[in-house]
C-alpha cells in the first residue's frame, strides 16, 4: 500500500482516503481478489480503480455506459499526467488508431469503453493480446435483472473477464439495493462477505425537500424565487426533451436574470459537449436537463437540484440529487409530485410491452432459422426490428427477449456479434500497397470483392465468405490485422447480433406458445415492477411512517443502511420541518367513461389486442398505433390518460372477447391537429425504453 499512498500525494494531490476507499485498494493491490464498491454519488469511486491503475503493469479496462463520463474522467486523468484515453464512436480514425497503437505497446495504463465495445471483433481480437489487470465496471447494477436500469450489453462483460482472463474486476455503483448488489457478486464471484464495500448513502449536507403543485405554473411560482436566491448553480430536471426547452424559457419570461441551458439527448453532441463545458466552467449557472445530463458531473459547488418532475425511480432520484453539495456545504434538493405528470411517467413503464402474437412470430423466425456453419444463430436486429413493426416488437424490446431465452430458457448463448460490412480507407502512405501484397486466401477474397467508394473500399464480409468458401471470422480477422499493423482504417457497420444454441430451440407451435408464454408473463412483469418503483417514488415523498423518520433515513434504508442517520432524524427535509409527509393523492379514475371506450371502439377496429386499444386511450404510442394512424396525430389519442390503465385493458378486453379477439381492417381515420401534451419519445441508459409519441422530437432524456 506505500505505492497506494505515494500515487494517492503525487498524482491526486490527497495527503489521505476517504472512508472506505484505502479498504477497496488493499483489496485490490494485496489480496489480489475482486470487490463491489457501494459508494454514493460523489463519493470517491473513481479514485479506488485509478489508483490501483497505476500499481498494476498491465492495462486497466474501465467499462463505462456514457461518453460524457468517459470525456470528464480522461480529461481529469490527462491533465495529472496519467496516461489515459477512450475508444468510442467519436474519435477521429486517427486518434482511435494511437488509442489502440497506446494499448497494444502496454504504454496505455486506463482505457474507457461502453459495453457495446464488447461487440466489436477487432476490440476483442486487440484485448485479446493485452494483459488486462483490473476491470472495472461502472454503473455495475446494469448487470442485475432485478435493478432498475437492467441492460443486456451488461451480461456480456462477466464472460470477457472469463474468456479474457482479466486477473482482478472491480465493480462499482451508488444505486444497488441488496438484491442488486447480492446479483453482483454472484456473477463477478466477489464474497459477500469480505468482498463488498458500502459507504452510506446519506448525506448529512443535503435537504431533501417535496413540494406538491397541480401544473407547471405552479412549479414555477416556487423555484423562480427560490432560484433568484441561489449562490451558486443549479441543475432542473424534467423528464421530456420539449420541457427542457419550455421551462428554460419559461424562467426566462418570469425573470430575465434567470438564463437556463438546455441538455438532452436530442442536441447534437458537439453542442451537448459545449453546454456541459460552459455549466462546469459558471459560478451560477442553470441548466434545464433531461436525465441524459449529470453522468460525469463533478461540480462541487452545486447548490441546487430541482426535479420538476417527479423520478421514475428512487434510485435515479438518489443518484441525481447526490450531484449536490459536493463541497460539502448545504445544498437543496426540491423534488414536485403532480397529477399531470404520472400518467407521462406511466406510460414510459408501460410502453415496451407489446401484443402476445408478436412474440410468436419473432419467436419462429428465431427457433426455425438454419445456423451457420459455426452452429450459431446470427441476426441483424436493427433490420429484423424494422420487419418486426408488423409484428410490434421495437428494437429494445428485441434485445431484452433475447435475453430472456438466454437466462430463462437457457437456450442460447450471446457470443461476440460481428459487422457484415468494412468500410477500409488508406492509413499509410503505402498502406494500400501493403494490402495488395497479402496472399492469404481471406486477402485474396476481400481484394476481389470489395467495392471502390471516395475514401477507398467496402467489403461485405458475408456475402464474400459465403461466395468465396472462406470464414467469415477469418476474413474479419484479416482486416483487423491490416489495421493493427497500421496500414489501414476500417469502420464496420451492420452489426449482427450472434447466438451459440446451448439447447435445442422449440420448433413446434405448442412448444413455442409455451415459451411466448412465459416471455409475455416477463414482459409484464417488467412493466409492473416499474410501475411500482414509480409507486415508490411517491410513498417515499409522502409517506407518513409511525417510526418517524425523515426522507434521508428513507432513502438510505431503501439501499440497505438502516442505521445511517442518527435517530432517523436529518433535520433539514420536508417531513423533519413538517412533521408529515407531502400530501398528495393521484387523480386516476378507476371507471373508464363508457362513452370514451365506444368512441376508441369506433375509430380503431382491432379487435385480437386489449392493450392496443388501451395504448390508444391512454396515449401510449407503438408502431401498430402508428401504421394505423390512431397515434399521436389521432384526437383520440391519449383522450382516456386520466383512466387507470388496467382498468381500461380490462374494459377493452370485453369488448375484443365478444368480437372473438380478431383482427380487421380499419378505417382510415382523417389526419388531425396534434395533441401537443402527449407527444413524447424514450431513450433509456439503462436499455430500456417506452414512450408516449415515439417518432417525435419531443423525447425523453
Not at 457501494?38 to 491503475?53: D, M, R, V, W, Y
Not at 484515453?85 to 502496454?106: F, I, N, Q, Y
Not at 407489446?354 to 419467436?363: E, G, R
Not at 422449440?506 to 416477463?522: C, F, H, N, T
Request: hydrophobic share 40%.
Amino acid at each position: 500500500m506505500d505505492r497506494a499512498h505515494q500515487i494517492l500525494k503525487d498524482v491526486f494531490g490527497f495527503d489521505r482516503f476517504r472512508l472506505e476507499q484505502e479498504a477497496v485498494i488493499r483489496r485490490l493491490v494485496e489480496e489480489n481478489e475482486n470487490a463491489l464498491v457501494l459508494f454514493p454519488t460523489g463519493g470517491g469511486k473513481s479514485l479506488t480503480f485509478q489508483i490501483p491503475a497505476l500499481c498494476f503493469e498491465g492495462l486497466t479496462l474501465v467499462i463505462s455506459p456514457l461518453i460524457a463520463l468517459m470525456k470528464d474522467q480522461v480529461d481529469v486523468l490527462c491533465r495529472r499526467g496519467v496516461k489515459a484515453a477512450s475508444l468510442d464512436s467519436t474519435l477521429t480514425p486517427d486518434r482511435a488508431a494511437w488509442v489502440k497503437e497506446e494499448a497494444m505497446s502496454g504504454r496505455m495504463k486506463i482505457l474507457y469503453v461502453a459495453p457495446e465495445r464488447l461487440n466489436n471483433e477487432s476490440f476483442i481480437a486487440m484485448m485479446s493480446q493485452i494483459k488486462i489487470s483490473l476491470l472495472a465496471v461502472d454503473e455495475s447494477h446494469c448487470i442485475s435483472q432485478w435493478g432498475s436500469s437492467f441492460r443486456p450489453e451488461y451480461l456480456k462483460i462477466a464472460r470477457f473477464a472469463e474468456e479474457m482472463d482479466v486477473e482482478r474486476v472491480l465493480c462499482l455503483t451508488a444505486t444497488a439495493t441488496p438484491s442488486v448488489a447480492a446479483d453482483i457478486c454472484t456473477q463477478f464471484y466477489i464474497n459477500e462477505k469480505a468482498g463488498i464495500f458500502r459507504t452510506p448513502v446519506y448525506r448529512p449536507n443535503l435537504a431533501l425537500e417535496v413540494a406538491v403543485a397541480k401544473d407547471l405554473d405552479e412549479k414555477l411560482d416556487r423555484i423562480v424565487p427560490f432560484l433568484r436566491s441561489r449562490t451558486g448553480p443549479a441543475i432542473v430536471y424534467v423528464t421530456l426533451q420539449s420541457q427542457a426547452v419550455d421551462v428554460a424559457a419559461a424562467l426566462h419570461a418570469r425573470d430575465k436574470d434567470l438564463y437556463a441551458m438546455v441538455y438532452h439527448a436530442g442536441l447534437p453532441s458537439e453542442e451537448r459537449e459545449k453546454i456541459q463545458n460552459k455549466f462546469m466552467e459558471s459560478e451560477k449557472g442553470i441548466v434545464c436537463a433531461t436525465i441524459a445530463f449529470g453522468m460525469g458531473i463533478d461540480k462541487g459547488e452545486l447548490v441546487v437540484v430541482v426535479h420538476l418532475y417527479m423520478p421514475k425511480t428512487i434510485e435515479n432520484y438518489s443518484q441525481e440529487v447526490g450531484r449536490a453539495g459536493r463541497d460539502g456545504l448545504q445544498s437543496t434538493c426540491l423534488m414536485f409530485l403532480s397529477s399531470p405528470d404520472i400518467p407521462v411517467l406511466e406510460g414510459f413503464c408501460r410502453g415496451d410491452t407489446c401484443q402476445k402474437n408478436s412474440l410468436s412470430l419473432w419467436l419462429q423466425e428465431v427457433a426455425l432459422k438454419e445456423p451457420a456453419s459455426d452452429g450459431t444463430l446470427d441476426f441483424n436486429l436493427y433490420q429484423q426490428s424494422k420487419v418486426a413493426d408488423v409484428y410490434h416488437v421495437q428494437m429494445n424490446v428485441l434485445n431484452l427477449c433475447y435475453a430472456q431465452l438466454e437466462l430463462d430458457f437457457g437456450f442460447i448463448r450471446a457470443v461476440t456479434p460481428y459487422y457484415s460490412t468494412y468500410d477500409i480507407s488508406s492509413r499509410a502512405a503505402n498502406g494500400f500497397q501493403e494490402v495488395l501484397k497479402s496472399a492469404s486466401p481471406a486477402a485474396r477474397a476481400i481484394k476481389k470483392h470489395w467495392k471502390t467508394t471516395s475514401k477507398g473500399y467496402t467489403i461485405d464480409v458475408v456475402s464474400t465468405s459465403t461466395y468465396e468458401k472462406v470464414d467469415r471470422a477469418t476474413i474479419a480477422r484479416q482486416i483487423s490485422d491490416w489495421e493493427l499493423a497500421g496500414y489501414i482504417f476500417s469502420k464496420p457497420s451492420q452489426v449482427r447480433a450472434r447466438y451459440a444454441i446451448k439447447t435445442a430451440l422449440p420448433k413446434a407451435s405448442d412448444e413455442i406458445q409455451i415459451v411466448v408464454d412465459r416471455l409475455y408473463e416477463g414482459m409484464l412483469k417488467r412493466e409492473n415492477d416499474a410501475i411500482d418503483k414509480l409507486r415508490g417514488v411517491i410513498k417515499f415523498a409522502t409517506d407518513d411512517d409511525c417510526t418517524t423518520k425523515g426522507l434521508a433515513q428513507s432513502l438510505a434504508a431503501y439501499f440497505g443502511d438502516s442505521d445511517a442517520v442518527p435517530e432517523g432524524m436529518c433535520g433539514m427535509c420536508t417531513f423533519c420541518k413538517t412533521g408529515s409527509g407531502a400530501s398528495f393523492t393521484t387523480t386516476a379514475l378507476g371507471i373508464p367513461d363508457p362513452t370514451k371506450i365506444q368512441a376508441i371502439l369506433n375509430a380503431c377496429h382491432e379487435r385480437d389486442d386489449p392493450r392496443l386499444l388501451a395504448r390508444m386511450a391512454f396515449g401510449i404510442t407503438s408502431p401498430r398505433l402508428t401504421a394505423g394512424k390512431w397515434s399521436i396525430s389521432h384526437p383520440l389519442f391519449g383522450s382516456m390518460v386520466d383512466t387507470d390503465f388496467n382498468t381500461l385493458v380490462t374494459s377493452f378486453d370485453i369488448e375484443c372477447k365478444k368480437a372473438g379477439y380478431v383482427s380487421t381492417m380499419a378505417q382510415q381515420p382523417v389526419n388531425a391537429k396534434k395533441r401537443a401534451y402527449i407527444q413524447t419519445t424514450s431513450t433509456s441508459t439503462s436499455g430500456s425504453s417506452s414512450s408516449r409519441g415515439r417518432n417525435n422530437k419531443r423525447g425523453r432524456h
